[in-house]
């Protein structure tokens, strides 16, 4: 479930919903402005989240430099980390030192980039994270060439004999869901599309 789309004015009831639905954990994007064109929110939010928190808190970083807060991010109560290829030139390291802290690793892959460029960093990582949009904001459009590379990732995953889990996250709806998990995904992310619903804790479960 990500955060982004939360009632940041009422940070407890939303953590509260989220606690009771459906959902397998609380997805936060962590944006600078500089990998991404936006910014979201810091440590204090994710500590804030932490206390309310009853099940994982799963952080995708769309940062530069990742790396320098790796720690910080486990102190603040960060179960998965999941970091950009593209943000990271020494991907195979990171994804071991996030291991090394105590976090499950993964790593995420801009919808321009090709599934192919993961073929040695899937074996250091317990999640790969597709992008069906392009990182930075809520609400956009579903890229349809995102069900391919699922395709890609899930043969990636049986020719290696793999355990990584497979994330979606963008776009994700009620009537995309079950084609998304037929594809293989295991884990879908949806923000807007659970917090705009009258009743999100039916949309959390029409999507689960």
Request: proline content about 4%.
């Given at each position: 479930?990500?955060?982004?789309?939360?009632?940041?004015?009422?940070?407890?009831?939303?953590?509260?919903?989220?606690?009771?639905?459906?959902?397998?954990?609380?997805?936060?994007?962590?944006?600078?402005?500089?990998?991404?064109?936006?910014?979201?929110?810091?440590?204090?939010?994710?500590?804030?989240?932490a206390t309310y928190a009853k099940k994982p808190l799963d952080a995708h970083l769309m940062t530069v430099e990742p790396w320098r807060y790796y720690e910080q991010y486990k102190k603040a109560g960060i179960d998965w980390l999941t970091v950009h290829y593209e943000a990271c030139p020494h991907l195979n390291r990171d994804l071991q030192e996030i291991?090394?802290?105590?976090?499950?690793?993964?790593?995420?892959?801009?919808?321009?980039?090709?599934?192919?460029?993961?073929?040695?960093?899937?074996?250091?990582?317990?999640?790969?994270?597709?992008?069906?949009?392009?990182?930075?904001?809520?609400?956009?459009?579903?890229?349809?060439?995102?069900?391919?590379?699922?395709?890609?990732?899930?043969?990636?995953?049986?020719?290696?004999?793999?355990?990584?889990?497979?994330?979606?996250?963008?776009?994700?709806?009620?009537?995309?869901?079950?084609?998304?998990?037929?594809?293989?995904?295991?884990?879908?992310?949806?923000?807007?599309?659970?917090?705009?619903?009258?009743?999100?804790?039916?949309?959390?479960?029409?999507?689960?």
């Open positions: 479930m990500s955060m982004l789309s939360a009632n940041f004015g009422n940070l407890a009831q939303s953590c509260q919903m989220v606690n009771e639905s459906a959902a397998w954990g609380y997805h936060l994007d962590i944006m600078d402005g500089v990998f991404v064109p936006n910014i979201s929110y810091g440590f204090p939010v994710i500590e804030a989240i291991r090394r802290l105590g976090m499950k690793a993964g790593v995420s892959i801009n919808p321009a980039t090709p599934v192919s460029v993961l073929e040695q960093a899937v074996y250091y990582a317990d999640l790969v994270l597709i992008m069906s949009v392009n990182p930075g904001f809520g609400g956009q459009a579903f890229i349809e060439t995102s069900y391919e590379k699922i395709e890609q990732l899930c043969r990636m995953r049986e020719e290696k004999n793999l355990h990584f889990l497979i994330q979606v996250d963008g776009g994700v709806n009620d009537s995309r869901a079950k084609i998304l998990y037929e594809k293989g995904a295991d884990i879908l992310v949806a923000g807007s599309y659970v917090f705009s619903a009258k009743d999100p804790a039916a949309a959390i479960l029409a999507i689960s």
